[in-house]
């Protein structure tokens, strides 16, 4: 990777009682010569590997909240990975459940757990990572991921990943103005009880949240089978026209805008979807008009 290139890549978009084929929640920012994962759902590893990353590369892991779907890919990655090397594990405090699932691994020689509270930050090479809270039932938190070293004028380019949540204030303070936020949209507004009932957030809800926060651009995730993605993308453009739905191994370019761009803050990047293969050459997607956000 440039040393100047942000971006995001989707390694599995699917909420919990998705095909046992499908990847659940898990994806890769990378910036610089730094690469971290936020969750590591079922089928994270195999992912990767399509990917071409090498597990040892990933520098650091996130974890959103422990529920299944966000973190059974995590011994497979920590197994993969050489015994010399330590792998950094940020999230909340672990369920009893995942207690159960990880307990091999807890105090192994593969990975630091470092629980998380409140309004934890820290710098991790060339990136900037900071806590949200979020509303989901147990303790959880969504990520903001920003540029470590903000540019002269430009300011720092900035992901926030929701995690699973109602739609909460706190998600929108966070992302003000942010190039990208990574929202889950798990229910269509017809099962807006259920999204209440489960503590999820509708489509539209997280289109509102992202109008709301004056977002770049908007990427729905964690969408419900019931739920297709063109019907999530037709219902949140009526609220927030720059959004977008990503398939698993498409990756999301935030573009450092030129030099001589002057900005105050975060959120005036340049965003642009790369479908996957992204080994072959680049295929820029640009026939939706929410793809694009250049904003002055
Ligand atoms: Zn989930
Ligand atoms: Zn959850």
Redesign the pocket.
Known sequence: MKSNEFSITFLGVS??SINPFST??TCLVEAGNTKIMVDVGIGALRQLHKMHVNPGEIDAVLITHW?F??YAGLPSLLKSRKRNSLLSVYGPKLSIAARIYLVGLLHSKHACFELVQGNFCKDCGDIHLETVPTVHGIVSFGWVLAERFPREKQGRRRIVVSG?TRPAQTIIDAAKKADLLVHEATYSEKHANEAYNHEHSTVAEAATLASGACVGALALV?IAHQNSKLGALKEAEKIFPQVLAPSPLDRIDIDALPADTNKENGGWGQVRMVKYPIRKKCEIVNHHPGLWCHRK
Do not use: L, P
């Open positions: 909420a919990a659940t929640s529920h779907d966000h699973d964690h």
